[in-house]
């Protein structure tokens, strides 16, 4: 599972812009992100973080600006051919099949890549079973390195709240992902859930994966991010590292509280 790491940026966003009506969500942002680096995308509600995923996946398509996966420009892609270059994506809520078990949720993930025709998958073909075979085997090594294994067997809707955040996730790498987008994964996680979250995020790091989150909860981004870029009304009012835009008077106006809450864990 571990991904090579590059020198290039892995995703590549320039001068992105666009409008509902007459009202810009997101207004000429630019931004990368490198190989197996963590970047998070924070702001207020209502700062076009989410509709810039929608950008990045496919769901929506800019008015203006260029979006780069690698060498592939992705402006006029469809959400599945998006996904085949190696991008994938959580919900802030939770997506997950909740009558179907964890190895099946995962296994929805491999199905993107999947070679089979419609004849080869009624007729259970020889073809149809090798492949089949072939990503029970990835999904079950997804899960073991995600330490998943032991409830590989479990209904999704039984897991505690964080687990079924990782099948999310481990999900998301089944499709071949090695650039994740995260929308608020800590969204309803206690403390001590969070913790673990951020743990999670690190390892993901530690095998080679690249991510892109947003997320609210600033002690979670101070402590795992690379790198944070932040919006306010659609525009990019600051980025760097962690402790430099914590400290950036425009992000505190932007967030009207008069300080940021990033205490570490």
């Known amino acids: ?7 290039k940026n892995i995703l590549e966003v320039k001068n992105l812009s666009l409008s509902f009506g007459g009202i810009k969500a997101v207004d000429d942002v630019s931004f990368n992100v490198g190989h197996n680096e963590v970047v998070s995308l924070i702001g207020p509600n209502g700062a076009g973080k989410t509709t810039i995923f929608n950008l990045l996946t496919g769901f929506y398509k800019p008015d203006h600006g260029e979006i780069f996966k690698g060498d592939k420009k992705l402006n006029d892609k469809s959400p599945q051919e998006i996904v085949k270059t190696g991008i994938s994506r959580t919900f802030q809520n939770i997506r997950l099949f909740s009558d179907m078990r964890v190895i099946e949720n995962v296994l929805v993930g491999t199905h993107i890549r ?3 025709s ?5 007729f259970r073909t020889r073809k149809y079973r090798k492949e089949e075979d072939s990503n029970t085997a990835y999904a ?11 409830k590989k067997d479990q209904f999704a809707s039984n897991l505690p709240y964080g687990d079924q955040r990782k099948v999310e996730i481990a999900r998301a790498i089944a499709t071949g992902a090695e650039l994740l987008l995260l929308d608020e994964p800590a969204a309803g996680m206690n403390t001590n859930e969070s913790i673990e979250l951020m743990d999670f995020v690190k390892y993901l790091k ?6 892109l989150l947003i997320e609210h909860d600033m002690s979670v981004v101070m402590n795992i991010s690379d790198r944070v870029y932040v ?15 914590a400290n950036d008077a425009n992000v505190i106006e932007a967030y009207l509280g008069g300080t940021l809450n990033v205490n570490n864990q």
Do not use: A, C, R
């Open 206 to 211: 530690s095998l080679g994966f690249t991510i």
């Open 1 to 7: 599972m571990k991904k090579p790491i590059m020198n």
């Open 114 to 116: 999947t070679k089979y």
């Open 118 to 122: 419609l004849f080869d998958s009624t």
């Open 231 to 245: 919006l306010d009304n659609g525009s990019l009012i600051s980025e760097g590292i962690p402790s430099v835009v």
């Open 140 to 150: 079950m090594t997804i899960l073991s390195t995600l330490g998943l294994f032991d």
